[in-house]
T-cell receptor, first 115, second 112 residues
């Protein structure tokens, strides 16, 4: 809920500007990465994903970049709107043995869009 | 909401009591996950299931157990609740292996 944003890295932008949210992931064997958006009082919602054999993927107003060399993921939001204000999480899906995949999340970034 | 129902949505319980949270899905997803969310920690994986009776531990599994006797239900049990287990608990479902997961609305648990 409203306490989710406490103690998180924060990014404050002006409406209409572009936003870049960064994430460092931990497992070089991860083969799938996802960005989620969480609004106050709600569960996380899928934004965009990217497979490990890709460097870039574009969606509507969002772009995800993957740099496997430094294990870094970024989410770019074009023309940021007040409705984009939320906590953003990156997640990685990696093969944990056998046929099982484990989905783990980063700590999140609080994005605030100022009108 | 991908047909996910968490129950209860809110619960207050006393230290030392057992608590069970339920996640129910209607779309036959293979994977089900339990996460806890705390300020400053993001979402941490407790346990997950990759099929009926098939479960595995996540990052913060101590003090928690799970069961999945049917495809649609994934239960999270705190055998003896402690104040450190006060949190918001989210259930998620998906197919694993490079597909998105869908989240429930969360259960706010307070242990006093």
């Amino acid at each position: 809920g409203e306490s989710v944003g406490l103690h998180l890295p924060t990014l404050s932008v002006q409406e209409g500007d572009n936003s870049i949210i960064n994430c460092a992931y931990s497992n070089s064997a991860s083969d799938y990465f996802i960005w989620y958006k969480q609004e106050s009082g709600k569960g996380p919602q899928f934004i965009i994903d990217i497979r490990s054999n890709m460097d870039k993927r574009q969606g509507q107003r969002v772009t995800v970049l993957l740099n496997k060399t430094v294990k870094h993921l970024s989410l770019q939001i074009a023309a940021t709107q007040p409705g984009d204000s939320a906590v953003y999480f990156c997640a990685e899906d990696y093969h944990s043995g056998g046929s099982n995949y484990k989905l783990t999340f980063g700590k999140g970034t609080l994005l605030t869009v100022n009108p | 909401d991908a047909g996910i129902t968490q129950s209860p949505r809110h619960k207050v319980t006393e230290t030392g009591t057992p608590v069970t949270l339920r996640c129910h899905q209607t779309e036959n997803h293979r994977y089900m996950y339990w996460y806890r969310q705390d300020p400053g920690h993001g979402l941490r994986l407790i346990h997950y299931s990759y099929g009926v009776k098939d479960t595995d531990k996540g990052e913060v599994s101590d003090g928690y157990s799970v069961s999945r006797s049917k495809t649609e239900d994934f239960l999270l049990t705190l055998e003896s609740a402690t104040s450190s287990q006060t949190s918001v608990y989210f259930c998620a479902v998906g197919e694993g292996t490079a597909t998105e997961a869908f989240f429930g609305q969360g259960t706010r648990l307070t242990v006093v």
